[in-house]
């Protein structure tokens, strides 16, 4: 029941801040953000909890409820270790997305925050759905209020980048409806019953071309979600226009998702044909890899370069999934969540910039640490974190992807490692051209005061502690990994490997 | 006593933390206090360790000390654990004594300096790394101490970062070292996967126990390690950094770019030497490699004027000598060597330094002069670190490491004599260059105005490294100067006893010989006026070759650097962007041709009507 809650409670607190709002300003943040402190304080002890349904694996919770029987959809919950992991980051990264507009975001601030408080409602419904057609469903309510935020809060082009979105998302949506009701098509065939359950599905033999279809269609729609070069031009336009807490939730959480997808749903769902798969879904991650790096270098808009900066680390998401073992995708599991936190403190920080200096121009920054020195070096910490420095979050998870992929596939290895060159330049020079260099312009220099500072050590602290000691949060995930590799999976994948 | 080992990295990270909260708020006194004491209790620390140890050695002169579980997935784990045995001993002791008086020296030479406990706050950061580096004992754990006395190099270098010039250099430095970090990554997984540890003693004994000596795989591992410690040492053909990284402040260039972070990669193949004997031919490459290292940046200390720039070329040619060591196996030989060098190289650094707090931060070798009578400290100072640099016989340090490694050069296998005769052409060279820049600096007449006077904090450290250059040579000596052989006995549990290996008399004798030819080279040349000369007159193209390290540069910046921007600017609008575009710019031009049926003529309503009545019934019929 606790994880019905979860999604009840931010659910129905939009509306109420949206009521709120009508009256206050002020008590519509107030109700958001205690509303989201009430579903972290739902969602913790979960932890070391176990699921009172029976479903096969480990699950720290489940929930069911029948919801459409005619067609055999049901509301249908499950957490296990990695759902947590993203779903704990979610509400964080909510909070700290509430904390950020509240200096930011002046009119509709009433329906702002139900549309914050929806779109992460649908995210961790994502993280928990455990019915096809639920999923779908949190799918789309995830993605909706996103595109008003997009479209009412953001900057300068912010119907272009919405429009954007708007036809990206919604068209990756469409597949993912055909791909889950083809699927529930075969198994009814298959077994006569139709059903949209999870652990229904994943006996369905999707051996064949049928199978590979449905899977491509999963497979493009979740790819779209990460910003994979050749899909990712969404991505770019739609992080740059919306409104820092927009841009916070699309990178920290949204593009989660499509990685969540494709561990939890493709490779499970249709084993062999994610099999066949694979050298595409590497190259096009060491492709993103470059491709994103490349361009971040060359970007003068500040916001934009870190839109790309998560092109590339999202490759390297591609590559950990599709290496099917254990270490590389323990190394995904702490990528998503450092890449969460770093890149989300990074949107802040450069939201801040964009209030102070009233540009996102790198060629209006420059010599920031002379006049803002405390924004300047928690930004730097968190370029810094974001290349890959040993010692912080995303390099474990980098680290682990590549020796996860190595036995697998050491040249795709080789040149995603080679990656992190182009990491180093672009890093460096956001650095140069944001925070060093002359200060010649006149500007606000009203540096972070203790709002801001304490967010930035709570993720400077959160990022520290990833990468020096990581092991509870592998500790965490690893009973998840064997649910992802489920039985009927991996049978039908020995099946073929002997035929 | 060494159950506080943890201690010594954790000190100068505490330091750096607390600098890094509080330092704007706590004063440049207290800043400098708290920089200098972390580092200083840390080699009081390691002192006490080392005593003991000389005492009585821990069993197999080892100490192994488990902090936590970094990673522990199934198949693959990392601790967090450190690794002292005389090698790290060694390394931890040369990096706190030097790195605190470095560190004293600087709360003085960055008097008034914006950014003051910035700057300790890295420098304490960087100690801590570079402690973390030697003492790791498995090599994820060294990389994690490798990649930050990089980062911890790259915000030093850069700064005083409102020049731009500065953060490019800081930039170069990083990515060329970075460039070399990926083939040691590379180097790391492929150990990982094939040995299934990366623990250093474990990873070294799987080696030894699977893969037989001059087979491929142990080749590869160990050229991707040696590609690693080239970058971070600064050996061709990574070399280009490290001449621009003199943009930093000089105490940083004398810790980070002398003293500790550039010797990493000989600290890499010493603590892997069981791998690297594995494979022979690289020991064979590393030779080679070393010796037109030290040759280039030998020629190239030649001809510079910036005093920073000759210590910088000086720095790359002496770790020319510690590989052409390794090269031969003579790892003692190169312990050594990175020793002195150590303490000379750094009072060489902060000797250029002192000059320039006198002399408004001049840098110029030919605008100097005179400097004898008007600053005598660094007169002493400088000509001792001169000395040792230049190897002259007995009263230097360097002379005891240079002609430990030439000894084992001449007497190895290999060429040895042709490799020989370079270093030894090499040790000519490097009297002229440092002499050519202590006669012009401090012989004739007084150029420049003299300003202010050393304190303590200045003069301590010169005096402490100068007495360090006179005498640190005694601890490894040939056996006509008493066979001293505490050094080599020492490491040897590390690295194996050493022994000198009976030479020639002409070896000894030609390496006393040839610095003291430089010497005179040096002084005829300054006396009959050639160098104050070459620097007035427009400089050949030739020399401006070796000014520039031998055109590394050009090619670097022809072949990679230009390539890169190039396809920076060519991507830079997201040509797959551009390309979905033309799916929204086909929509359009549909749109506009089918706008175009609707406009309002009933006859042409009614016909396309017709049409579409027609074909719908010839399909009903015929289909």
Redesign the interface.
């Known amino acids: 029941m606790m994880l019905a809650w979860l999604l009840i409670v931010p659910m129905a607190g939009g509306l109420l801040a949206w009521l709120a709002g009508l009256f206050n300003p002020l008590a519509a943040r107030i109700v958001s953000l205690l509303i989201l402190l009430l579903d972290l304080a739902i969602a913790l002890p979960l932890l070391h909890s176990t699921s009172n349904i029976a479903m096969p694996g480990n699950w720290m919770a489940g929930f069911n409820a029948p919801w459409i029987p005619a067609f055999g959809m049901s509301f249908r919950l499950g957490m296990d270790g990695v759902s947590w992991l993203l779903v704990v980051l979610t509400i964080l990264i909510g909070i700290f997305a509430i904390i950020v507009s509240w200096d930011e975001i002046d009119d509709g601030v009433g329906f702002f925050h139900a549309n914050l408080l929806w779109s992460l409602a649908g995210a961790i419904g994502v993280f928990v759905a455990l019915d096809m057609f639920l999923f779908f469903y949190f799918w789309e309510l995830m993605l909706v209020p996103m595109y008003f935020i997009i479209a009412i809060w953001g900057h300068e082009n912010r119907r272009r980048a919405a429009i954007k979105f708007f036809l990206f998302t919604q068209g990756s949506g469409l597949l993912i409806l055909i791909s889950i009701l083809a699927l529930a098509f075969i198994h009814q065939q298959q077994t006569g019953v139709l059903t949209f359950n999870y652990f229904e599905l994943i006996q369905t033999h999707t051996a064949g071309t049928l199978g590979f279809l449905i899977m491509l269609g999963l497979f493009i729609a979740f790819v779209v979600k990460l910003a994979s070069?050749?899909v990712?031009?969404w991505l770019?336009e739609t992080h740059t226009e919306a409104p820092t807490a927009g841009s916070v939730i699309l990178a920290s959480i949204l593009l989660k998702t499509g990685a969540y997808g494709l561990m939890r749903f493709v490779v499970p769902l249709m084993p062999m044909a994610a099999h066949s798969l694979a050298p595409v879904a590497l190259w096009l991650g060491v492709g993103s890899i470059l491709?994103g790096a490349?361009?971040a270098?060359?970007?003068s808009d500040l916001k934009k370069l870190i839109a790309y900066t998560s092109i590339s680390h999202m490759g390297f998401v591609l590559i950990g999934v599709f290496v099917f073992n254990?270490?590389a995708w323990?190394g995904v599991v702490i990528l998503l969540v450092a890449h969460g936190i770093s890149t989300g403190a990074l949107f802040i920080i450069v939201g801040s910039v964009q209030h102070r200096l009233h540009t996102r121009d790198l060629a209006r920054m420059g010599?920031m640490?002379?006049d803002l020195?405390r924004l300047s070096?928690f930004g730097t910490f968190f370029i810094?974190a974001s290349m890959g420095?040993?010692?912080l979050g995303n390099f474990?998870g980098e680290?682990?992807i590549?020796?996860g992929a190595?036995?697998m596939a050491p040249l795709i290895?080789?040149i995603a490692?080679?990656g992190?060159?182009p990491a180093?330049?672009y890093s460096?020079?956001a650095i140069?051209r944001a925070?060093?260099?002359?200060?010649d312009e006149e500007r606000d220099t009203h540096d972070f005061g203790a709002r801001e500072t304490a967010m930035m050590l709570v993720l400077a602290a959160a990022i520290i502690y990833l990468g020096?000691?990581?092991?509870p949060v592998?500790n965490v995930a690893?009973p998840s990994l064997n649910n992802m590799q489920p039985q009927p999976a991996t049978a039908m994948l020995k099946e073929t490997r002997a035929g | 006593m060494i159950s506080y080992l943890w201690l010594i990295p954790a000190l100068p990270l505490l330091g750096s933390v607390i600098l890094g909260m509080f330092g704007p708020s706590m004063g440049p006194r207290l800043s400098g206090a708290v920089g200098t004491l972390s580092v200083g209790l840390a080699a009081v620390l390691a002192m006490a360790i080392a005593l003991q140890w000389l005492g009585h050695p821990p069993a197999h002169s080892m100490y192994q000390q488990t902090l936590w579980s970094w990673i522990n997935l199934p198949g693959f784990s990392i601790n967090v654990g450190l690794y002292l045995d005389p090698v790290s001993l060694l390394m931890v002791l040369v990096i706190t004594i030097v790195g605190c008086l470095i560190h004293l020296f600087s709360t003085e030479y960055m008097e008034g300096e914006d950014g003051y406990s910035r700057f300790f706050a890295y420098l304490n950061l960087f100690v801590s790394a570079m402690l973390l580096l030697v003492l790791a004992d498995d090599l994820a754990l060294l990389f994690v101490g490798w990649e930050g006395v990089g980062v911890c190099s790259y915000l030093l270098v850069g700064f005083w970062f409102s020049e731009s010039a500065n953060g490019y250099a800081a930039r170069k430095s990083f990515v060329v070292t970075r460039v070399a970090d990926i083939f040691m990554l590379a180097g790391l997984l492929l150990l990982a996967t094939q040995l299934g540890t990366l623990n250093i003693q474990n990873m070294l004994a799987g080696a030894v126990a699977t893969w037989p000596s001059g087979s491929l795989m142990p080749a590869v591992a160990a050229s991707l390690l040696l590609m690693g410690g080239l970058g971070k040492s600064a050996q061709v053909p990574l070399q280009t950094w490290l001449p621009d990284a003199m943009a930093g402040p000089t105490p940083v260039s004398a810790l980070i770019h002398a003293a500790t972070m550039v010797t990493a990669g000989v600290y890499l193949v010493v603590r892997t030497h069981a791998l690297f004997l594995l494979a022979p031919s690289v020991l064979d490459a590393i030779a080679i490699g070393a010796v037109i290292t030290l040759l280039v940046a030998a020629f190239a200390g030649l001809v510079q004027s910036d005093i920073k720039r000759v210590l910088a070329y000086s720095t790359m040619s002496q770790i020319g000598y510690m590989f052409l060591a390794l090269g031969v196996g003579a790892w003692p030989a190169a312990m050594f060597h990175f020793m002195t060098h150590a303490v000379f190289k750094a009072l060489l650094f902060l000797t250029a330094g002192a000059i320039a707090m006198r002399l408004d931060h001049e840098q110029n070798i030919f605008a100097m002069g005179g400097l004898r009578t008007k600053l005598p400290l660094a007169f002493w100072a400088f000509l001792i670190g001169s000395a040792s640099l230049a190897a002259l016989p007995v009263i230097s340090a360097g002379f005891f490491s240079k002609e430990m490694i030439l000894g084992a050069v001449a007497a190895a296998p290999m060429p040895g004599m042709v490799l020989w005769g370079a270093g030894i052409l090499g040790a000519m060279l490097t009297a002229i260059y440092i002499f050519r820049v202590v006669f012009m600096v401090f012989l004739g007449p007084v150029n420049t105005e003299i300003s202010g006077s050393y304190g303590l904090r200045v003069a301590i450290p010169l005096v402490t490294l100068s007495a360090g250059a006179l005498v640190v040579g005694w601890l490894e000596t040939p056996e006509t100067l008493g066979g001293q052989t505490i050094f080599s006995q020492f490491l040897s549990p590390a690295v194996g006893v050493f022994r000198h290996l009976p030479v020639s008399a002409m070896i000894p004798l030609t390496g006393i010989a040839a610095p003291l030819l430089g010497v005179a080279i040096a002084y005829t040349l300054y006396r009959n006026g050639t160098w104050a000369r070459a620097a007035t007159t427009e400089p050949s193209r030739l020399t401006l070759f070796l000014k520039s390290g031998s055109g590394f540069d050009t090619l670097y910046d022809a072949v990679i650097v230009a390539p890169y921007m190039g396809l920076v600017q060519l991507l830079r609008r997201d040509p797959v962007d551009q390309m979905f575009m033309l799916l929204r710019d086909l929509a359009v031009a549909l749109h506009r041709q089918l706008r175009a049926t609707q406009i309002g003529q009933i006859r042409r309503y009614a016909s396309w009507m017709m049409a579409g009545s027609v074909a719908t019934i010839a399909i009903l019929l015929f289909a």
């Open positions: 070069f050749p990712h031009v770019p491709y490349f361009l270098y060359g970007q254990n270490i323990q010599g640490w002379t020195p070096s810094l420095l040993p010692g474990v680290f682990l590549l020796r190595w036995a290895t080789v490692a080679i992190l060159i180093a330049m460096l020079i140069q925070f060093h260099g002359p200060a020096v000691y990581p092991q592998l690893a």
